[in-house]
């Protein structure tokens, strides 16, 4: 079973940026996807971004593409989520996914393993 530990989350003023992290505690971190998903209060979690074992493939939702970038060292078991030009509206606990199969897939979020989740909040 997958642990995966969030933080980096914070408060920023708009425009500004954070760097999120994700720590798995398993052995072959290499060959599992992983991912970001995000919930704003009141709102379903919404999918952020992915990358696949390699690094080499990844997914973006439209509203972050080209603010964010996802990015992965599996020497450290780390994944990460570049956040710049950050509005009020992403504002959300983000939350980490690791999905064994190696890719990221429509049902990830459903057979995937979750992080406790890690609070961002843009000011405007």
């Known amino acids: 079973q997958v642990q995966l530990v969030e933080s980096g989350g914070g408060l920023v003023q708009a425009g500004g940026s954070l760097r999120l992290s994700c720590v798995a505690s398993?052995?072959?971190?290499?060959?599992?996807?992983m991912g970001w998903f995000r919930q704003a209060p009141g709102k379903e979690r919404e999918f952020v971004a992915a990358?696949?074992?390699?690094?080499?493939?990844?997914h973006y939702a439209d509203s972050v593409k080209g603010r964010f970038t996802i990015s992965r060292d599996n020497t450290k078991n780390t994944m990460y989520l570049q956040m710049n030009s950050l509005k009020p509206e992403d504002t959300a606990v983000y939350y980490c996914?690791?999905?064994?199969?190696?890719?990221?897939?429509?049902?990830?979020?459903?057979?995937?393993?979750w992080g406790q989740g890690t609070q961002v909040t843009v000011s405007s």
């Open positions: 990358i696949a074992w390699t690094g080499g493939r990844t």
């Open positions: 398993v052995r072959n971190f290499n060959t599992y996807a």
């Open positions: 996914l690791a999905d064994r199969r190696g890719d990221y897939y429509s049902d990830s979020s459903d057979i995937g393993s």
